[in-house]
T-cell receptor
Framework: GAVVSQHPSRVICKSGTSVKIECRSL??????MFWYRQFPKKSLMLMAT?????????EQGVEKDKFLINHASLTLSTLTVTSAHPEDSSFYIC???????????FGPGTRLTVL | DAKTTQPPSMDCAEGRAANLPCNHS???????VYWYRQIHSQGPQYIIH???NNETNEMASLIITEDRKSSTLILPHATLRDTAVYYC???????????FGTGTKLQVIP
């Protein structure tokens, strides 16, 4: 199956700083990528849909100015959490689909802890 | 909102078959049934999907009722590594966003 990687796998930062999370499709081109957030013992919640070369589409209640998404190439999408606060601490996961195949392939996730 | 209903938790003895049910009574004709699982602190993993016929792969079998309103994921010989949260999802394909429900937490017991 298609492989999606994320970097970093774990990050700890101070409140007020910005954190960038990378999502890469290693062996396929990803026109569309999805970003999810997961709080402890909860299900995944879709944050935004990232489209290569265009603006991301954010779900209701997700602040686009706080969670900046850039999808500059067919293999890389980035999520930047700006001015992070402790309530942004969560597990962030990206996913993508291979063209012509509906299955979503997920990255391993990034654990963000904001002190 | 999620379009599926699953029991919150299930136990299964190691080596036995694990049967995980899912109700999707509002599924439309062009929607597939997908199953993913999430092992603790990892990203979800694709298991299997189907439209109306039963499907089998190296990981599991998927049984879809004739009216397509429910399905069952079968892990034929559960191992301790199958302990995870299993998500049943309906989606119409393409680059469609996926909505996750609460899933079923499967605990495989030695």
């Amino acid at each position: 199956g298609a492989v999606v990687s994320q970097h970093p796998s774990r990050v700890i930062c101070k409140s007020g700083t910005s954190v960038k999370i990378e999502c890469r499709s290693l062996d396929f081109q990803a026109t569309t990528m999805f970003w999810y957030r997961q709080f402890p013992k909860k299900s995944l919640m879709l944050m935004a849909t990232s489209n290569e070369g265009s603006k991301a589409t954010y779900e209701q209640g997700v602040e686009k100015d706080k969670f900046l998404i850039n999808h500059a190439s067919l293999t890389l999408s980035t999520l930047t959490v700006t001015s992070a606060h402790p309530e942004d601490s969560s597990f962030y996961i990206c996913s993508s689909s291979v063209a012509g195949v509906d299955t979503q392939y997920f990255g391993p996730g990034t654990r963000l802890t904001v002190l | 909102d999620a379009k599926t209903t699953q029991p919150p938790s299930m136990d299964c003895a190691e080596g036995r078959a694990a049967n995980l049910p899912c109700n999707h009574s509002t599924i439309s004709g062009n929607e597939y049934v997908y199953w993913y699982r999430q092992i603790h602190s990892q990203g979800p993993q694709y298991i299997i999907h189907g439209l109306k016929n039963n499907e089998t792969n190296e990981m599991a079998s998927l049984i879809i009722t004739e009216d397509r309103k429910s399905s069952t994921l079968i892990l034929p010989h559960a191992t301790l590594r199958d302990t995870a949260v299993y998500y049943c999802i309906v989606q119409s394909g393409g680059y469609q966003k996926v909505t996750f429900g609460t899933g079923t937490k499967l605990q495989v017991i030695p």
